[in-house]
């Protein structure tokens, strides 16, 4: 059999690209993925104590996009849930992203206000600052506060997450989580935030159930190549793997889970700790909290960073930062002069996406290339 379109990966990426071309252009499409399971990264499963886990760290989905929002609902009802984090700071649960109320909790009563009145004054109620921009700050009260948050907040989770300093990545790494001049908790304030009733992997099992869908799992891009015959190919794994090394490795950033259960129904006050100053884990992530699953155990995963070795464990993050963006250029100039073959994704793309950004760029490939 001939297949219209060989798709390698069963993440976002692949899979919403799947079920857009057999449902919309009624194309006959192969799925491929090395791991013995479907939903990339959002895999999440039922341990062994009946818990729902997320087998690749804490996944919130979060986005202001109505179109990615309606387009996923079509394979799964959802549960609304607010992310809300601490990192433990001094011996403290604190309220991150960093904002008026971490401010309180941290310094004497007298101090925070005027802290408070400085960076209302200085930026505006409301305003989200990177913390790279706050440490240029000419006022001296700020200066401290800035290289306080810096040091307590950012430098030592940067180290760990990344083996780099927090100004050796792209700007855009630590802006994620910028300082918040509010009274908001939230880790996030997207319009939608929520995640699939019955999890991510029953969602994936949703869109990829379709006549024209085939799936190949436990299976490599180079063994799938080797024998399947097919017009097109989507490929959303690593470039450098695609082509060989020929320009070099791409660098990446591993982790390892390391998941623990216990006979009691609640571990920590919410679904996500960070440690930015103690331990060799950035954070702790109890998953009920997250999957709001009644248990009388709970199940928590240890995040460890660490360097990506080929053949030896998985590329999770790509490592945004000039040298490695202009090493993934040249590979992306292979990539363009391939007639028949899109790349897309987190690891073919190199970026840092969230769920729903790399859901928006599937979708407008499939609108404004595929289908066209
Ligand atoms: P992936 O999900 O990585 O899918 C790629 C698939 O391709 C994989 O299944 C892989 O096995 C397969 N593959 C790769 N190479 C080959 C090959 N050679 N042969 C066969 N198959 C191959 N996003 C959020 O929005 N919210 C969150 O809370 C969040 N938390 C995250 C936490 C962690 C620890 C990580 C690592 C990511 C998190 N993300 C989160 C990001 C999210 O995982 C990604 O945006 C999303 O999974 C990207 O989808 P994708 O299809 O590009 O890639
Ligand atoms: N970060 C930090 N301390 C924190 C939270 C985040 O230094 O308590 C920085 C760190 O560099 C991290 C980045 O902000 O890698 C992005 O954080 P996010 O929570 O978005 O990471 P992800 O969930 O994607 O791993």
């Not at 993925?33 to 104590?49: L, M, Q, S, T, V």
């Not at 919130?60 to 394979?75: A, E, M, P």
């Not at 889970?257 to 700790?273: A, M, V």
Request: glycine share 4%.
């Amino acid at each position: 059999m001939k297949f219209d379109y060989m798709i390698i990966g069963a993440g976002f990426a692949g899979s919403i690209l799947a079920e857009r071309m057999a449902s919309q252009l009624d194309k006959k499409v192969l799925v491929v993925d090395k791991r013995n399971y479907i939903a990339g990264n959002a895999y999440d499963y039922y341990d062994e104590n009946g818990i729902l886990v997320h087998k690749y760290g804490p996944h919130i989905f979060h986005t202001n996009s109505k179109k990615v929002f309606d387009y996923l609902s079509q394979f799964t009802k959802w549960n609304t849930y607010t992310h809300k984090v601490k990192a433990v700071i001094e011996g403290k649960n604190i309220p991150i992203p960093f904002n008026l109320n971490s401010i309180y909790e941290l310094f004497p009563k007298k101090y925070a206000e005027k802290l408070e009145n400085i960076l209302i004054e200085k930026y505006g109620f409301g305003l989200k600052i990177p913390i790279l921009k706050m440490k240029e700050t000419d006022n001296s009260e700020l200066k401290l506060l800035a290289d306080y948050i810096y040091k307590n907040v950012f430098y030592g989770y940067t180290v760990k997450q990344w083996g780099l300093k927090p100004e050796e990545l792209d700007f855009n790494v630590s802006s994620r989580v910028p300082v918040y001049i509010s009274r908001d908790n939230r880790y996030f304030q997207d319009t939608y935030q929520c995640l699939p009733k019955n999890g991510y992997t029953e969602m994936f099992s949703n869109m990829l159930n379709h006549k024209n869908i085939k799936i190949l799992l436990n299976t490599d891009y180079r063994d799938a190549i080797e024998y399947i015959k097919f017009d097109k190919l989507i490929y959303t794994g690593t470039l450098d793997y695609f082509f060989d090394n020929m320009f070099g490795e791409l660098p990446y950033r591993s982790l390892e889970f390391n998941f623990e259960t216990f006979d009691s129904p609640k571990f920590q006050e919410l679904g996500q700790i960070n440690f930015p100053n103690n331990y060799d884990y950035t954070r702790i992530t109890e998953f009920k909290h997250l999957t709001q699953q009644n248990h009388p155990k709970t199940t928590i995963a240890y995040e460890y960073p660490m360097p990506f070795i080929s053949g030896k464990n998985e590329a999770y993050y790509p490592i945004p930062r000039p040298e490695n963006n202009d090493l993934f250029a040249k590979y992306k100039n292979e990539a363009d002069k391939l007639k028949n073959a899109f790349f897309i994704g987190r690891l073919a793309d190199y970026k840092y996406y969230n769920m729903d950004q790399i859901a928006g760029v599937a979708l407008q490939l499939f609108e404004n290339k595929i289908a066209k």
